[in-house]
């Protein structure tokens, strides 16, 4: 197991806001990444569809041998994990939404949680459902307010992080958020960290973001401890990435480096071969 | 020939702006339209990918024994009209560019023609040359300026058509084509049509906006109408028109009638059935 890479894939390049966290969190771990680039996004496309591209996503790093598998995209982990955990044929497999839900219910204090996402994960009602079940594990009454913020994806992607039009859409989106004061706000889409300072600027200093890659980031690299303390892993000393993308679009290095905060990995093609059929 | 569709495919659904104008042109045609939802957007692609998927998108039309394919997406017509007249096996193929281009020469009185479309459409600059072809053929002397709009796609999917952010974010993309004076303005993304009122308003009166779908439709409906002259069409007079995509999303309904301007006809469900394979 110890040489083994973990999985990790997005819709796009938006989980390597979730590669970053794992570099800082668990250096030493070799990391094998698909983005679908040529399909993305998934959060405005139907659960069927998103469920059919994460079973693909997941089988396709299997054949890379990963020893785990870290779903680092929003929409898959709220209406697929389902799909990716069968997929994954009994290997670990982190999702975004129950770790995160989590932290969230341990750090709010008025027990007030936003959840901002895409379209799909809104709609999915994941964050709710494991905010509940949190909740009563942990003995403290919350309550949730949810708002999907489509254009937060393209905006991230554009690199209007401080743009004016940015804080406008963001002042419309989070607007009931803060009505309802929140004391805490998940970032439920691995996109918007590039988007903190904004988002952070609209809600005030009061209100603690929860950043969904970051939490997940933590869970992995406690989990490879407790594998270590077993004594079935041995860390690499300058582990080799992978990194896979079904599309290599024009902007890829520019709007991948601001995901990753660093330079990005060479790039591998994955070719999609595809053929249709017409459902009766 | 008569009783044949027109085949009409497009990235997602802003194709429905080009079938708006066919309802109006050739009302007696029946279409068949595809829009690849389930891979939607294109712009954002590189230029392999798109050609891949305009080939696999025609090919799906022809199986419907269509007798012409209208590309209702600028940037298939700005990166891979070869592979859509190679699928297409010497059907006529009607893009959006040229008849365009055409028009744009013959409607600028000072001769400088702005064009605003995704980043694969402008960085083809294909545009620009079918201008500069023109230019000699009508010889009128023509200049061109370009700028990719891309959050202009999400907004009109979002339907913020008269959003404040909207006001904004066409002042920052727009304000170089308006230092520049240009008279005429392509919206060169099918999408565009449904945020006209706020590219009006923030070009001002003098400047001519040109529609690429309604261009493009006219001319179908020109070539309809010399193939009549020549008594090889005969119209239908209740055409039953054919809608097909590759996923349904949530907001399917909402968004395809905001660009088809009228109830959209019930949606049948093509599969892309997937295989990878990792490049050399």
Same mark, same amino acid.
């Given at each position: 197991?110890?040489?083994?890479? $973990?999985? +990790?894939? =997005?819709? *796009?390049?938006?989980?390597m806001?979730v ?14 990444y ?10 405005t496309?139907?659960?069927?569809? +998103? ?10 790093l299997?054949?890379?041998?990963v020893?785990?598998? @870290? ?14 955990e ?12 129950g ?7 341990k750090?709010?204090r008025?027990?007030?949680i936003g ?14 459902k ?7 594990? #942990?003995?403290?009454l919350?309550?949730?307010l ?11 992607e ?5 743009? +004016? ?16 004061e $929140? =004391?805490?706000?998940?970032? *439920?889409?691995?996109?918007?960290p590039?988007?903190? =300072?904004?988002? #952070? ?18 869970l ?12 079935? #892993?041995?860390?690499?000393?300058? %582990?080799?990435?992978?990194?896979? @993308?079904?599309?290599? %679009?024009?902007k890829? #290095? ?7 905060g ?19």
């Amino acid at each position: 197991m110890a040489d083994r890479p $973990i999985g +990790v894939f =997005d819709s *796009g390049i938006g989980g390597m806001t979730v590669v970053k966290e794992l570099f800082e969190m668990v250096p030493n771990e070799r990391i094998v990444y698909f983005g679908d680039t040529a399909r993305v996004p998934y959060g405005t496309k139907s659960v069927e569809t +998103v469920r059919r591209y994460a079973r693909e996503d997941t089988e396709l790093l299997m054949s890379f041998g990963v020893k785990m598998i @870290v779903a680092a995209c929003n929409t898959v982990s709220a209406t697929a994990l389902e799909e990716v955990e069968h997929a994954a044929n009994g290997l670990p497999v982190i999702g975004m939404i129950g770790p995160c839900a989590k932290e969230a219910v341990k750090v709010t204090r008025n027990g007030r949680i936003g959840i901002i996402g895409t379209e799909a994960t809104i709609a999915s009602g994941a964050y709710e459902k494991a905010i509940a079940e949190e909740s009563l594990i #942990q003995e403290k009454l919350c309550e949730t307010l949810s708002k999907a913020c489509p254009l937060f994806v393209p905006l991230a992607e554009e690199g209007w992080t401080s743009h +004016v039009a940015t804080e406008v859409i963001a002042e419309e989106y989070l607007r009931d958020l803060n009505v309802k004061e $929140i =004391d805490t706000l998940i970032l *439920g889409c691995t996109h918007y960290p590039v988007l903190t =300072d904004v988002i #952070q600027r609209t809600m005030g200093p009061r209100v603690t973001l929860i950043n969904s890659g970051a939490v997940a980031a933590k869970l992995v690299a406690e989990m490879l401890e407790l594998e270590r303390t077993a004594g079935r #892993q041995t860390p690499n000393e300058n %582990p080799e990435h992978t990194l896979l @993308v079904s599309d290599i %679009p024009r902007k890829f #290095q520019t709007v991948g480096e601001r995901f990753l905060g660093r330079a990005m990995p060479e790039a591998r093609h994955v070719v999609w071969k595809e053929s249709w059929t017409l459902e009766p």
